[in-house]
Structure formats: structure tokens, C-alpha cells
């Protein structure tokens, strides 16, 4: 006998000398049994164990039976001592106070050596003649091929554990527990099952066989101490990709049993905390995420009234005025797809805009109280965070258990060149937490033999998912959809058999998918595509495809980026949709030809180079030369959907892909034989990442708005219904029109604007509103400084436009080429303006 008083279980035993099997050798099966206050009970079930076990020795081969002891205050000890002595293969742990019986379960089986491992009960309700049909599907020789969880597609059906189940239709129950309390354990079991384990009937029933290995690492790293161990080893069992296979038993409810129905209560709160409960690497992951976004944005967090992101041109004006103007819409009950605030008198189309309703509505009382430009920050700061969690979130459940490697391949997801780029302006490219959650999902469909309600739960929560997607960015949607296909298809070439199993439930989940999603989303993409001020398209001409040298360049922010290099290969510099540099190239190629084998590689492979190949955009031209060669992309250009897309931005879709392949070699390195290999292959990634980690976003000191506004002097001027007129008047090369009206709570409209709205009899797609001839003649003069000649033709065509725009008052704010915007406003209109606020102002009585 070996006796031990634990607080802690620790890693197996040292070898003595209490009996064979050796310790320190491996024993074909080990039983163990937790006990606790069991002395009437427990020397009947070891004798039926070992009798069991002894009348077959072929077939057992080596065993033990280890007993727990969870700190007894009867004879429970001395019992299972006597029996020790009895028999050298029964062994006995004990523990200097009752703890549970998670804790005694851990104890056990970590002190195991069985190739199985079996758990049951002190009170034997499942006899244990039923080991009989477990064995039948856990032979010995399980283990080797069974799913490991890694990610890499060789995951098989073969079962890592059988458990006994009371809930099988050949289940059968010799002796029932009161109605009561079988109608409560039920209950308690249906709700565990929706909490943690779905699939799995029966999950509390205290007759389970594992694989050895598989079941000492999951009881290694289990936390629960009291009955949810159960729950949380075949969890952890589910999320490594082991198969557990359940098995109907007989069993019989014995008196005096220790488990009552208000233990399944307490089953599902230490599932509660188990699902909330975050390990200190998470929470360090997290912090490091969260603490990278605020460095990145410092600027703007350091001056929040007067800093502008440099790179953001119009578009921080732009998206403070949409959380403003929603927030604004909210409040008072308003329309939230629609305003004539801006664009005025026609209005905007919100919904045809990106307002990413999804943060902006509940966002409302942050930009209320703290205004728009705190939502602003916040938005980019804590999006970014989120984000990148996401990503690592997927890693670790998908991709790799080794949480370094998951961060490393989450940071490259969240924080690459493309994302940095869009940082500056369009958070709806950066604010991508859910796209991980839909992937998830969809992969969840993808398992094999979903049940048919797990079908239905899993694609009405993709459709509730891609819901809120779409109120965040369509078109992250879109691409991540063309993502997720280019990988299904590159993952069907290399697993065909996979594939073949996994289409079915994958379409049906997704016909579940979008007969939730389709009603919830079909007003507003109707009024999207056909309400006031829609549009049908916005083209972006043939040119909006990346150069194929913009994948081995550095991004202006990067590290080790040449500003004036990559302003030369992208629209701008919030396009900079490749810039993955030359580094992380090399290492891809890398990792392909060393993991190659492997279809997830293979699928990844396939996904990066499909997706680069469709940004270079409808012309490929050929770096150094003069060949211009078609491109795969015409094939979508003017097809619904792709026809307002910016090709270039395709190529955002390799950002996650590689975060992957980078996350699955590290893990990889983290196991190989030798400590060399490992520090090269580090070192590797990182020489690789280390040139394109982003650098803080720089920020400009933004114009001041004209105390003409700021102070409310111009509501002397406008009647409900006019309009303030800008000069000139907004539009995508300037907005600070637009932070005039968020700055200062929404009380006035402007014509003209920064959005997207129709233009021609065709309703084609602009930026802006549709230019009329005042609005023209005003844009040039500010950018050019020329003064025309200004006659009767110029007043006559002033005075409609002016009339159309329901002028109440024109205003000048100081900015470049103000002396000739100011001379030709006095010509147009036929007299001098008044200085007012800071600000040149003409009094419109006319238009009112």
C-alpha cells in the first residue's frame, strides 16, 4: 500500500515497491475510485473490481485499482487500506480534507499509469460487468491517430473515450430514483448539455473509460474541484477533437447515495465559472493587444480636441459626423438610415453608407456625453483589442493549445500592414471581431453528424452573427465570405473525404443561416438599394488593383516603411492593402515547403495566393516593363456586389490566412527535438514581422470651428428648413463642415458633403453630392487660387444654387485662398460679407 496526503495533485508518482504492475512502468488498465465517507460501501465494490478483473487476465492484462480517500471522517480509509493489503494491486491515495470529487478524480488519475483509465463510482450503480461494452469500442491500441486537435485535418472517428449513458434508448435502469428527482436530474442534464457539452446525452453517469495519456493531460489541466469534472472532461475532450463515444449501461439507484438533485445546480454554476473564467496568459494576451492599440493611437488620445489622425485625410471628419449624427437620430427618434443634415436639401442614404450602426447605436450615450471624437478613439482603440482577441480566441480553439503561437498569429491577423492602413480611417476594416465568431461558426457546421437541433442552434446563431456583421461593414462580409470559400474549396482539393462529409450539414446550416438573417436584414438593404438616396454602383475605374511589388514593399507606417516608396504603389494611404514586405514573404514560402504536407497548409497556401492574385485588380502590369495583362478580377468587376468593391482590398483576406500559417509553424517549433532548430525558426519569425510592426498613428492639429458657429450665431440666420452654406462646400477633399455640425450637437444642415450618393439619371455612385456649377466654381478657386471672371451668368447661376441648397446663410472660415474665395462670394452675390465670429458671413433673406 501506498498512502499520500495531497493539497495539490501533482504529476505521477516516483516508482516504489506497492505491487504490480511496477510502478513507473505502464499498466494496460487502471481503475479509479473516489471515496468519501463510503466504509459500508466500499469494500463490496473493490472485491466485485478485482474479482472482475482477476477472471480474465488475458484480457485485463496488468491493472490497478487506485482508491481516493477525499478526506473521510468514518472508516473509509482503514477499509481501503485492509483491502490494499489484500490485494498489491489496489492502491490508495488520500487527502487531508474533503475537497469533491473533482479533486479526487484529478488525484487518481494523474497517479495513473494505465494505457485506459477507467472512473466509477464508490457505489458501483453501474456494475461493472458493463466494462464489457466500453471495452468493445477502447481497445487497447486507441491513441494512435485519434483527433489530436492541431488543426492539420488528420483527425480520425476513433474514439478516445466510452462512457457509460442512462440516456441511450438500450440504456437500462434496474432501479429508478424517486420521480422527483429523476425528473430534476434530467432537467439538470439537459441544461448542462446546452451549457457546456451538446451531443452528449448523458454526461454525469460515474462510469467512463478513457485513453490513459488523453485522459491524464485533460485531468491535468482541469480547475473543477466538485461534480462538473465530469462536464469539464468531456469538454476538454470535444475542444481537443478526441472523440467520445457513449455507450448504453445498466444501472441502478443505490441508497445512501452522495449525489442530490441540487448538485446539478451546482454543476451548472462551476460550469458558469469554468466558461467565465480566463487563464492569466489570456488576460496578459488581451492586455498586451490592448496596450499595442493605445500606443498606436497615443496622439490622438493625448489631444482629443484638437488632434487629427494625419493620414486619415476627410474620413476622421467624416466618421466623427456619423456617430454624431446617429447618436443624434437616436435621441430624438428619428430615422437612423436616413438625414438631411448633410447632402442638404436631397439628404443622405445612411444604410448606403457605412455607419457601422452596429457600435454607433449602442455607442449613443458615450457620444452624448463625451462627443463624437471620444467614440471615435474608442471605436479604433478598443475595436483594434477586440479584434485581435478575436483572432487569438480562434487560434487557440482551432489552430494550435500553444497560446504563444496563437498570439503571435493574432497579432499578424489584427495588426498587419492593410489593417494599420485602414486604422487611420475606416474602422470598418479594422473593427473585425466578428469575423473569427462567424468563422467559428461556420466551421461548427462543418463537424461531423451534427445532431439535427445542433443544426439549427448553430446556423440560426451564423445568421444572427452575419446580421450584426452587416451592421458593422458589408464589405468585410463580402470578403471574408470570398475568403472562407477560396479556403473551402483549397481544403476540399487536399481532404476530399472531408469535404464530402462536411457539405451537406454546411449547407443546410447556412440555408438555416439565411432564413434567419434575410427577414432581420431585409428592410434596411432595401432601403439600402432602393430608398431615397440610393445609388446602384460606385466604380473606382481599372486602376484600383494592387501592383504585384506592393506584397514585397513595407507600408509608410511600418517599422521599416519608406513613406514616399509606398505612397507610390497604393491609391493612398489609407489603401495600402498589401505591404506584407518582402520578409514574411520568404518565410511563408518557408513554412509551406516545411509543412506543406499538411492540408490546412495546403488550404492556407491556396487562399493567400488566390486572394493576391484577384487584388492585382482587372490589368495586371508587369513591374519594369510595359505588359499589361488581364486580370481575374475583371471576371467580377461588374457583377452585384463586386462592383463597388475596391479590388485592392481583397488582398486583406491573406492577413488572417497568414496569421494562421505563422501561428501553426510556431507551434510546430515550439516541439521540435532540438533547442537550435527551435531558436532558428524563432528567430526566422521574427526577422520576419519585425519590419512591418506598425509604428503610433501621427496626428495634425485639426482647424479650429469659427466661433460663428461654436457660439450659435447663426441661428439669427437660418430658419427651419435653410441651410448653413460652407465656402466652399464640403466634400471628400474637405469636410470641416462636418466637425463644425458634430462639434456642436447637429443644430444646422450643410449642402454638399463626404458620403456616397447618386448622381446622373442612372444613379450612378459618387463621392459627394451631385456638384452643381457655384459648388464647382468654389472648389477651384480654393485649390487653385484663380480668380474668374465672374458676370450676370455666374450671380444668375449663384442665386439657384443657393436657392436649392435653401442657403440661410453663407459662411468663409479662415483657410488657404480665403482672400479669393472672399472676392469671388462678393461678386457673386453683388456685396461685401460681414466678419462675424471669426468668420466671413452673407445674410440670405432671399432663400427663406
Not at 191 to 217: E, M, N, P, S
Not at 494 to 522: F, I, K, Q, S, Y
Not at 682 to 687: P, S, Y
Request: net charge neutral; hydrophobic share 45%; with cysteine.
Amino acid at each position: 500500500m501506498s498512502g499520500r496526503t495531497d493539497a495539490t495533485p501533482g504529476p505521477p508518482r516516483p516508482p516504489d515497491t506497492r505491487g504490480t504492475p511496477a510502478i513507473g512502468t505502464a499498466a494496460d488498465l487502471t481503475v479509479v475510485v473516489p471515496a468519501y465517507n463510503e466504509e459500508h460501501r466500499l469494500r463490496p465494490t473493490l472485491d466485485a473490481i478485482c474479482a472482475y478483473l482477476r477472471a480474465d487476465p488475458e484480457r485485463w492484462g496488468d491493472w490497478e485499482l487506485i482508491v481516493v480517500d477525499d478526506g473521510s471522517t468514518d472508516g473509509t480509509a482503514a477499509v481501503a487500506a485492509r483491502a490494499a493489503a489484500d490485494e498489491p494491486r489496489v492502491h490508495v491515495l488520500t487527502s487531508d480534507e474533503n475537497r469533491g470529487k473533482g479533486y479526487a478524480l484529478r488525484l487518481g488519475v494523474l497517479a495513473s499509469y494505465g494505457r485506459r483509465v477507467l472512473v466509477t463510482d464508490a457505489d458501483l450503480a453501474t456494475p461493472i460487468e458493463e466494462l464489457d461494452a466500453l471495452d468493445a469500442l477502447l481497445p487497447y491500441d486507441t491513441g494512435t491517430g485519434t483527433g489530436d486537435g492541431d488543426g492539420d485535418g488528420d483527425d480520425t472517428d476513433e474514439p478516445a473515450a466510452a462512457i457509460g449513458s442512462r440516456a441511450l434508448p438500450d440504456s437500462r435502469i434496474d432501479v429508478h430514483q424517486r420521480p422527483l428527482r429523476e425528473r430534476l436530474g434530467r432537467l439538470g442534464n439537459r441544461l448542462i448539455r446546452l451549457v457546456a457539452v451538446r451531443g452528449i446525452r448523458d454526461t454525469q453517469c460515474g462510469f467512463k473509460l478513457f485513453d490513459g495519456d488523453k485522459a491524464r493531460a485533460a485531468f491535468a489541466a482541469s480547475r473543477l474541484d466538485g461534480w462538473g469534472i465530469d462536464v469539464e472532461i468531456l469538454r476538454h475532450f470535444r475542444r481537443a477533437g478526441w472523440p467520445v463515444a457513449e455507450v448504453p449501461v445498466r444501472w441502478s439507484h443505490q441508497s445512501g447515495s452522495k449525489v442530490r438533485p441540487a448538485d446539478y445546480g451546482r454543476v451548472l454554476l462551476e460550469l458558469v465559472r469554468l466558461r467565465t473564467r480566463v487563464r492569466p496568459v489570456d488576460l496578459a494576451v488581451g492586455g498586451l493587444f490592448l496596450l499595442a492599440s493605445v500606443l498606436l493611437y497615443k496622439g490622438l488620445w493625448a489631444d482629443l480636441d484638437r488632434a487629427y489622425l494625419a493620414d486619415a485625410m476627410q474620413d476622421q471628419n467624416q466618421w466623427e459626423w456619423f456617430f454624431g449624427v446617429t447618436a443624434d437620430n437616436v435621441v430624438h427618434l428619428r430615422n437612423p438610415l436616413f438625414t438631411t443634415y448633410q447632402g442638404h436639401p436631397d439628404g443622405v442614404n445612411l444604410m448606403a453608407n457605412t455607419v457601422m450602426l452596429g457600435l454607433s447605436v449602442p455607442l449613443t450615450p458615450v457620444t452624448l456625453l463625451c462627443g463624437p471624437t471620444v467614440t471615435w478613439a474608442l471605436v479604433l482603440t478598443l475595436g483594434l483589442t477586440a479584434t485581435a482577441v478575436a483572432w487569438y480566441w480562434l487560434f487557440v480553439r482551432r489552430v494550435t493549445r500553444v497560446r504563444p503561437a496563437a498570439a503571435v498569429g493574432a497579432a499578424l491577423a489584427a495588426f498587419a500592414p492593410p489593417m494599420m492602413s485602414h486604422g487611420t480611417a475606416h474602422p470598418n476594416f479594422l473593427v473585425l471581431f466578428m469575423i473569427p465568431v462567424i468563422i467559428d461558426r461556420a466551421l461548427r457546421l462543418c463537424e461531423p453528424r451534427p445532431e439535427g437541433r445542433r443544426l439549427v442552434r448553430d446556423g440560426v446563431l451564423l445568421g444572427l452573427f452575419a446580421t450584426y456583421q452587416i451592421f458593422l461593414g458589408e464589405e468585410p462580409l463580402l470578403l471574408a465570405a470570398m475568403g472562407m470559400l477560396i479556403f473551402a474549396l483549397s481544403y476540399a482539393l487536399a481532404r476530399p473525404d472531408v469535404a464530402r462529409a462536411a457539405w451537406r450539414p454546411l449547407l443546410r446550416g447556412l440555408g438555416v443561416a439565411l432564413a434567419v438573417c434575410l427577414p432581420l436584414v431585409a428592410f434596411p438593404l432595401y432601403w439600402q438599394f432602393f430608398g431615397p438616396q440610393s445609388y446602384h454602383s460606385v466604380l473606382h475605374g481599372d486602376n484600383a488593383g494592387n501592383s504585384p511589388l506592393s506584397f514585397l514593399e513595407f507600408s509608410g507606417r511600418a517599422l521599416f516603411g519608406d513613406e514616399a516608396r509606398a505612397d507610390t504603389l497604393a491609391m493612398n494611404r489609407t489603401e495600402q492593402n498589401a505591404f506584407y514586405g518582402w520578409p514574411l514573404t520568404a518565410l511563408t514560402f518557408g513554412i509551406v515547403v516545411w509543412l506543406g504536407r499538411s492540408p490546412l497548409v495546403k488550404a492556407l497556401t491556396g487562399t493567400v495566393l488566390v486572394a493576391a492574385l484577384l487584388s492585382l485588380g482587372q490589368k495586371i502590369r508587369i513591374p519594369f516593363t510595359d505588359v499589361v495583362l488581364p486580370g481575374p478580377w475583371r471576371a467580377l468587376a461588374h457583377q452585384p456586389l463586386f462592383e463597388s468593391v475596391i479590388e485592392s482590398r481583397v488582398a486583406m483576406i491573406c492577413a488572417p490566412a497568414l496569421g494562421v500559417l505563422v501561428a501553426f509553424a510556431v507551434a510546430r517549433m515550439a516541439h521540435l527535438e532540438f533547442r537550435t532548430h527551435r531558436v532558428v525558426g524563432l528567430v526566422a519569425v521574427a526577422a520576419a514581422l519585425l519590419p512591418i510592426l506598425p509604428t503610433p498613428q501621427p496626428v495634425r492639429e485639426r482647424a479650429e470651428v469659427p466661433r460663428f458657429i461654436t457660439d450659435g450665431m447663426y441661428r439669427d440666420y437660418v430658419a427651419e428648413g435653410e441651410s448653413v452654406v460652407p465656402v466652399p462646400l464640403p466634400s471628400p477633399a474637405e469636410a470641416d463642415a462636418l466637425h463644425w455640425q458634430s462639434a456642436t450637437g447637429f443644430g444646422f444642415s450643410v449642402p454638399g458633403g463626404y458620403f456616397n450618393g447618386p448622381w446622373g439619371p442612372d444613379r450612378m455612385g459618387i463621392y459627394g453630392a451631385a456638384p452643381r456649377y457655384t459648388s464647382n466654381l468654389l472648389s477651384d478657386v480654393r485649390y487653385g487660387g484663380r480668380i474668374p471672371d465672374i458676370g450676370t451668368r455666374w450671380r444668375e447661376q449663384a442665386k439657384l444654387d443657393l436657392a436649392f441648397w435653401k442657403a440661410g446663410v453663407v459662411v468663409l472660415a479662415p483657410q488657404d485662398n480665403d482672400e479669393a474665395l472672399y472676392e469671388v462670394m462678393a461678386k457673386l452675390l453683388g456685396r461685401p460679407g460681414e466678419r462675424l465670429g471669426g468668420a466671413w458671413v452673407w445674410d440670405m433673406p432671399r432663400a427663406r
